[in-house]
């Protein structure tokens, strides 16, 4: 009887109202302080929020960007088993370039050429372990809008002793008409034209770091869930960094500036915050994803075994050198920026410096003066 008397009584009507109400507010504001500490934004989410950036595109970017996420996943899958099944060692093969094959190599190869050819959306492929472009001649791919450059397995020669290793990536849009043959014009563009590039690094934990020229971002494998989550927005590299990374056991072969650079990193000088710290992996993806975040230099210079460099500019300089210029870094060959360098063939080698802006300016300073 009392009850039914107190919620006839307005007054206690009220007080029950906005107590409840209150309740449910404060229940409310703190469930979405908590939301907002679990949020996170998967690598297709961000894909497709920057679909904007590309008018002429109606998602087939987004797609072929979603693809090299897919196929990064089984390699890093495959990467993270070695040891345990039969997928180090030799393939017991030589690539191209005389190098001795690794099994890794061998399947990531295959993967990314498999998740492209799927995606429909890439007409042709060029990679390091295939002397020739690979053109799709799928009825969907043929017609596709890109072509892709491709180094599958960076650093495979270390697989074998755990240490990180990578893939790097470039897109262009294709010079070819859509339904026509893709040729070999299509994959010789200078690195000004890629419309995206980046590179996934599988160490202690797994990376995508990539461009669409719109700046650079990076995401961090959650094997949880199984998905690619932002991780490093808006990645910017310093101007000048602490680090530099060259294979210093070549020092005799080197160009008289690169050793002069070199005793100059080593110098004391307090101003500049010298000697530098000297690190090299021997990995490019390594290397270079240490420098970018914390500031320093790459540097692979000619010397009298490999007089036109080491490193492939169509599938490795230029995608390194995309991503160091979008973070504002620099990249160049010691005289011209690197993505301005049309190739001549899909396996040209050339000497490369990229990183921080300043550090990579001082070591073009050191070769101009030493020619």
Not at 21 to 39: F, R, T, V
Not at 60 to 65: F, I, K, N, R, V
Not at 91 to 97: C, D, F, R, S
Request: hydrophobic share 35%; with cysteine.
């Amino acid at each position: 009887m009392y009850l039914c008397v107190l919620l006839c009584d307005p007054l206690w009507l009220a007080v029950l109202f906005f107590t409840t109400k209150g309740h449910e507010g404060l229940h409310k504001g703190s469930q979405s302080k908590d939301m907002d500490n679990y949020k996170i934004t998967t690598l297709n989410d961000f894909i497709i929020l920057k679909q904007k950036d590309f008018p002429y595109a109606k998602g087939e970017l987004s797609s072929l960007l979603h693809h090299i996420g897919t196929a990064a996943k089984m390699v890093n899958k495959k990467i993270n088993k070695a040891g345990l099944v039969d997928i180090i060692g030799s393939a017991g093969e030589i690539n191209v370039h005389g190098e001795d094959q690794q099994k890794l190599d061998v399947f990531a190869d295959e993967v990314f050429i498999g998740s492209l050819l799927s995606s429909g959306e890439c007409c042709g492929v060029a990679t390091e372990e295939n002397e020739n472009e690979i053109v799709f001649s799928d009825i969907f791919a043929s017609k596709g809008k890109y072509v892709v450059c491709i180094d599958p397995l960076d650093g495979s020669s270390n697989i074998d002793f755990n240490v990180s290793v990578g893939t790097i990536f470039s897109i262009y849009r294709r010079i070819t008409q859509r339904g026509e043959k893709v040729r070999n014009e299509d994959f010789l563009q200078n690195g000004s034209k890629q419309v995206a590039a980046g590179y996934i690094i599988y160490g202690s934990s797994t990376m995508l770091v990539y461009s669409t020229g719109y700046g650079v971002n990076g995401f961090t494998l959650d094997p949880s869930i199984g998905e690619f989550c932002l991780s490093h927005p808006e990645i910017k590299t310093p101007e000048n960094g602490s680090i530099y990374s060259i294979n210093e056991g070549n020092y005799i072969r080197f160009p008289e500036g690169i050793k002069k650079y070199i005793k100059y990193c080593q110098e004391i000088d307090k101003e500049s915050g010298r000697p530098y710290t000297s690190r090299y992996i021997g990995s490019l993806v390594s290397d270079f994803h240490r420098n970018l975040l914390k500031g320093g230099i790459f540097l692979y210079p000619e010397n009298r075994i490999v007089p036109k460099g080491k490193l492939r500019l169509v599938y490795e300089c230029n995608p390194i050198a995309f991503i160091a210029v979008q973070a504002g870094g620099k990249a160049s060959d010691g005289n011209q920026s690197i993505l301005e360098i049309t190739p001549s063939s899909l396996h040209q080698r050339s000497p490369f410096y990229a990183g921080s802006k300043n550090m990579v300016m001082k070591v073009e300073e050191f070769l101009d003066l030493n020619r």
